[in-house]
């Protein structure tokens, strides 16, 4: 969503690669899969044609003050009438000429980005552009008007971000919806993504503490968002999908897929099978059945992802290291094993207690019982215990980087004979992750 220079984004499942497209900044990619079950081979669907997208678009979820079902069939100027009287002063309805005078027309020079929903270009307001608006730098997210799903996105973002207000969720600026024509402005993150951060080599690595900070707004993000008076479904948290400001303060943004969940008696909700291959919980990949506990197996990935310093699914590895949480699984639960899936990015610099309770929680995260995955706020108070450990690896001889293992490291390579020694036997214990039982699982 609002972002700056890197990142990648879908909304349909799809693989998550060193050699897929370009990172998408907050954009989501094109259509959702519709009618279908997605189970090993995942489709790519098809686009409809420009004439297609003013055709009725099937109704979504109410969501408060504002109907899904009725704003999704309605012409533009009719949304814009519904959005203002809904918002007011709280979102900006721009012109698209404004739009064209913040961005240089949408200049290639001001590209953040490119994804499904379409193109983010970098652009400057000043306070003389409208009333109460202070001048300051914005993203602004064009939708791709090829693309049907890319409207229903749209409504979603304007709908639940122009609502959802938290430090810890990008802030929706305002929007613009002239005839076909659908935008999106949002604050400027300097810091762009958490995935250009950890995956671009030639970036700066970023240091314990940082990723640890991170990860705390994160899950604040996340609990608020499944805290709500009517709880939200985030349904695709990644890394792409963090952006980070000058302070590397974490904001979750593309709230394109996020969903209303279960009410009343309801235990989960039931829909089109959305979201980024390697991300998405298992249970909803094989039923369709999501929850707030979806997003939990997916914060366990990034979880694993801020550890090792890999990507959720790599196609450029190994076969059997291609897929993050079947790889990691076995090193998640001593010391001893962890320290050879650590990131060699971070060259010992980090917590051996803070890592090891990290990878015992990212481990109840992903388990295939949602029922045993912890609830974001507990995973939020577990995560601020552990800021104030100082016991380095490199210090305590948790971390020999001989010339011999550290070429092997810089590749974050395992040396497969040493560690099937060490696992082989090793007993699966659980973690000491407090949860309270009382609570009720969605």
């Given at each position: 969503m609002t972002i700056n220079s890197s990142s990648s984004s879908s909304s349909t499942m799809r693989n998550n690669n060193n050699n897929s497209k370009p990172w998408r900044p907050f954009t989501a990619n094109c259509c959702s899969v519709e009618d279908q079950t997605v189970l090993g081979k995942l489709s790519r669907p098809c686009r409809p044609s420009r004439s297609d997208f003013s055709k009725n678009i099937a109704p979504m979820p109410s969501f408060r003050r504002l109907s899904f079902s009725d704003l999704s069939r309605s012409s533009s100027m009719r949304i814009n009438e519904d959005l203002a009287q809904?918002?007011?002063?709280?979102?900006?309805?721009?012109?698209?000429?404004?739009?064209r005078g913040i961005t240089q027309n949408f200049s290639s020079n001001f590209l953040l980005g490119e994804g499904g929903f379409g193109k983010v270009h970098k652009g400057y307001i000043d306070e003389n552009l409208r009333q109460g608006l202070k001048a300051q730098a914005v993203a602004v997210k064009l939708l791709d008007i090829e693309g049907l799903q890319g409207h229903r996105e749209w409504l979603a973002e304007v709908i639940f971000l122009g609502q959802l207000r938290h430090?810890?969720?990008?802030?929706l600026i305002g929007y613009c919806c002239e005839d076909e024509e659908r935008l999106l402005v949002y604050e400027f993150?300097?810091?762009?993504s958490l995935e250009n951060h950890l995956f671009k080599r030639l970036s700066v690595s970023l240091p314990w503490n940082t990723r640890l900070r991170i990860a705390i707004g994160a899950a604040k993000g996340l609990a608020f968002l499944h805290g709500a008076e009517k709880p939200v479904i985030y349904r695709d948290f990644k890394t792409s999908n963090v952006l980070l400001d000058s302070d590397f303060n974490a904001k979750l943004s593309d709230f394109g897929l996020a969903k209303m969940g279960p009410e009343g008696s309801d235990t989960h909700v039931t829909t089109r099978?959305?979201?980024?291959?390697?991300?998405?919980a298992p249970e909803y990949v094989s039923t369709g059945h999501l929850t707030t506990k979806s997003d939990v197996y997916s914060f366990g990935v990034v979880l694993l992802e801020m550890l090792t310093g890999r990507r959720a699914t790599d196609k450029s590895r190994p076969k059997s290291e291609q897929n993050l949480v079947d790889w990691a699984k076995p090193y998640l639960t001593s010391n001893r094993r962890l320290r050879y899936i650590m990131d060699p990015r971070?060259?010992?610099?980090?917590?051996?207690?803070?890592?090891?309770?990290?990878?015992?929680?990212?481990l109840h995260c992903i388990s295939v019982n949602p029922k045993d995955r912890p609830r974001m706020p507990a995973i939020v108070e577990t995560l601020e215990g552990l800021q104030n450990f100082k016991d380095m690896a490199v210090t305590c001889g948790q971390w020999q980087a001989s010339p011999k293992t550290s070429t092997a490291r810089v590749n974050n390579g395992?040396?497969?004979a040493k560690v099937k020694l060490e696992i082989k036997g090793a007993s699966f214990r659980?973690?000491?992750?407090a949860v309270n039982p009382s609570r009720k699982n969605t």
């Open positions: 809904s918002f007011g002063s709280e979102l900006y309805d721009f012109q698209l000429s404004e739009l430090p810890h969720l990008v802030k993150m300097p810091r762009g099978v959305m979201g980024t291959y390697g991300y998405a971070l060259g010992g610099q980090y917590s051996v207690k803070g890592a090891k309770e990290i990878a015992l929680l990212a395992v040396s497969s659980k973690s000491s992750l």
